[in-house]
C-alpha cells in the first residue's frame, strides 16, 4: 500500500478533474457483443437530433452493412438529423490483410452515397499519423442525442456478433447531455474540421502521399487538445469525467498514472494487448512505499 502522502497526491489530482453530474439511473451496462449491436441500432432508429459514429473502422460485412443501412434509413426518415461517421483514414482505404486494395471501405461509402442521392451522410477519414503502422484513431463513444454509448468495438461481423464468431469488448451506455455535447463539439472542432481530415465517401479524395505534411501538423494538434468544459458536480456525488488525449504526456495518459496507485482492493486492466507505457508498467511492479 502506497504511504498517505504519496497517494494523497495523486488523490488530488483526480480531485481536481472538472465533473459532471450524472444520474445512476442514466447508466446502462451491456454484456453481450449482440446486446451492443441491438442497443446501437436501436438508438439509431429512434434518434431525433444528432448519430456521430466514430470507430476505427465500418466495416463492409453483414455488421457494418447493417449499420450503414440503418444511418441512412434514419437520415431519409428525419433529413433534420445531423448524422456523421468517422473512421480511421488508413484503414478505410486498403483490403483485410493479404487481400488486394480493391472495393475498399471506402469504395463501398462511396457506392452508398450514389445510391441514395439526396441523403448526405458523410463519412470522414481521421488520419492521425502518416502510416496506419504508426498509430490509428481510437476515439471511444457513438454519440447519439444526449447519451454516449462507449465501447471499443469497431463495426463489423465479429465485433456486433452478427454470425457464429465474436469479439467481445466493453459496452455503456451514458445518458448525459452536458458530456454528450462537449463529447460532440470536440469531434466537430477537432475531428470533422481538422488539418487533413478528408471525407470518404467521396471518389476525388487525396491520396495520403498528398497530405503528409497536412497528418504531421495535424498529429501535433490533436497533442495539444482536449476537452475544455465547467464541472457542475463535487467530490460527493455520482460523476462522470470525459478524457480525450493523444501521446505518452496527454490528461488521458496522465490520469491514468493518478488513478492506478488510488485503487485500495481491486485493480482491474482491460486491453486486447497488454503494452502498457513504461510509466505504468512501474505503477503496477513497483513495490508500495
Known sequence: MLSKFKRNKHQQHLAQLPKLSQSVDDIEFFYAPADFRQALLARIAQATQRICIIALYLEQDDGGKGILQAL?????QRPELDVQVLVDWHRAQRGRIGVAASNTNADWYCRMAQENPGVDIPVYGVPVNTREALGVLHFKGFIIDDSVLYSGASLNDVYLHQHDKYRYDRYQCIRNGKMADVMFDWVENNLVQGRGVNRLDRADRPKSPE??????QYRQE????????IGNADDDQLSVTPLVGLGK??????????????AEHKLTICTPY?????????NIIQPAA
Not at 497530405?211 to 504531421?216: G, L
Open 72 to 76: 441512412y434509413d434514419a437520415k431519409r
Open 274 to 282: 497488454f503494452n502498457l507505457p513504461a510509466l505504468l508498467v512501474r
Open 222 to 229: 490533436l497533442r495539444d487538445s482536449s476537452y475544455h468544459f
Open 249 to 262: 504526456t496527454s490528461l488521458l495518459n496522465k490520469t491514468i498514472f493518478h488513478l492506478m496507485p488510488c
Open 211 to 216: 497530405i503528409k505534411n497536412d497528418i504531421r
